[in-house]
């Protein structure tokens, strides 16, 4: 469909949990075109996930992408999921604490706590229920979205103090 605004602080939309979908309609199929678009179209820095509040709507459904590395080409390519009305069911004790980033949070970061793995349960965007288990870098980005959409941002969850964009660069340079 389409590339859209990625909304940044201060914006109410961003902190309001967000509405359940109901019915799987053009319009949230529209909207699950929409954060492809947009999610695919980021790259400075790189989106690993976009939740419907981030573009403006407010519907309980991101898009999340799980890396994997090609192992023929050794290239990294991603499985983008649309995840509908997602619910973590359950989760690990472990914890760990890693670098994030937010598009709408933009040149902050800073070291966050999420569960090592996780189960969700979700509808896609032909309406079946789905269930994932997802781990490291995967679960981390799940539970990210799933914050956006109850209106809880990164930043509030950050240990420690936050960094810019250009400091986070030199730690990996």
Not at 35 to 59: C, F, H, R, W, Y
Request: proline share 5%.
């Amino acid at each position: 469909m389409a590339v859209k605004p990625i909304i940044t602080i201060p914006n109410k939309l961003l902190e309001d949990p967000t509405e359940k979908v109901g019915k799987i309609t053009d319009y949230i199929k529209d909207i699950a075109e929409d954060l492809l678009d947009t999610v695919l179209k980021a790259d400075d820095p790189e989106g690993a996930g976009l939740s419907a509040n981030q573009i403006g709507v407010n519907k309980r459904m991101c898009v999340v992408r799980n890396f994997y590395e090609d192992p023929k080409l050794g290239n990294v390519n991603s499985e983008d999921i649309i995840l509908i009305n997602p619910k973590v069911i359950s989760h690990s004790n472990d914890t760990e604490i890693d670098w994030e980033g937010c598009l709408s949070v933009p040149d902050v970061y800073g070291k966050v706590p999420r569960f090592k793995k996780i189960k969700i349960k979700a509808k896609d965007i032909n309406g079946d229920t789905i269930r994932l288990t997802a781990s490291g870098y995967f679960a981390r980005v799940i539970q990210h979205e799933l914050d956006h959409l109850d209106g809880i941002l990164f930043a509030e969850r950050v240990e420690g103090k936050t960094i810019t964009e250009s400091e986070f660069n030199s730690l990996f340079a």
